[in-house]
């Protein structure tokens, strides 16, 4: 952690927004809405999958720890089952992170490098899911909360993944609750309404961060 925060922090002409909330609360929605308006993206959930693909050494470690049982046929890591039981288990839970972490900040330092080499001076958004449980904000120069209510969020889950309702209140005791991440955002988007509000909102962030970007550049 401590190595991408010094990568971000170098990058004086750029800013850095971590984009968060809880499951199914609407985070791609915010994060395509920002990209259009001419955010760079880098989204951690791709980033995890890609260093879990079949041959790489990430895949390697999962199998010599949880072993086959989670590999589909055809090799590919089976993330549906596999996530249902860490997120059972705390320990295991422990563990897929231990593993996968290494692999998923070295390939975002890569991605935060590809696109300050392009644009230094990019607005860069950054979708991390369990932000807040880090407690990575330091990292970031604003964060982001996508906000629906507790209920709403179960509702989605188990629309989204097709799975029960305990089912997906075990899912969200993973994580803080979505009340409590608010009171760590600079800027919160209630994402529970229709496409065209959540739009309005990004777009009025948008525009502060563009003003406090211009701001920082003033500075000496």
Excluded: C
């Excluded at 720890?65 to 089976?78: A, K, P, V």
């Excluded at 975002?108 to 300050?116: A, D, F, G, Q, R």
């Excluded at 958004?125 to 909360?145: G, N």
């Excluded at 989204?160 to 994580?175: C, F, P, V, Y």
């Amino acid at each position: 952690m401590k190595r991408i925060a010094g990568v971000i922090k170098s990058k004086k002409k750029g800013l850095f927004l971590g984009v968060t909330g809880g499951i199914a609360t609407g985070k791609t929605v915010v994060a395509n809405v920002l990209q259009e308006l001419g955010a760079g993206l880098i989204d951690l959930d791709l980033i995890a999958r890609k260093v879990v693909e079949r041959g790489t050494p990430g895949l390697g470690e999962l199998i010599e720890y949880f072993g086959n049982q989670f590999l589909h046929e055809d090799g590919t890591l089976d993330r549906k089952m596999l996530s249902k039981i860490v997120f059972q288990d705390a320990d295991k839970r422990k563990r897929l992170e231990e593993v996968t972490h290494p692999f998923i900040f070295e390939e975002l330092l890569k991605e935060v490098n590809n696109i300050t080499e392009k644009d230094e001076e990019a607005i860069i958004q950054v979708v991390v899911p369990l932000l807040i449980e880090k407690k990575a904000q330091s990292l970031f120069d604003r964060v982001i909360v996508v906000y629906i209510p507790q209920e709403l969020q179960i509702e989605r889950l188990t629309r989204r993944d097709g799975i029960s309702r305990q089912e997906a209140a075990n899912m969200l005791k993973a994580q803080l609750p979505i009340d409590d991440k608010l009171e760590h955002a600079d800027f919160v988007v209630n994402n529970e309404g229709s496409l065209q509000d959540t739009r309005r909102q990004v777009e009025e962030i948008w525009q502060a961060l563009r003003k406090l970007q211009a701001e920082r550049q003033k500075s000496p």
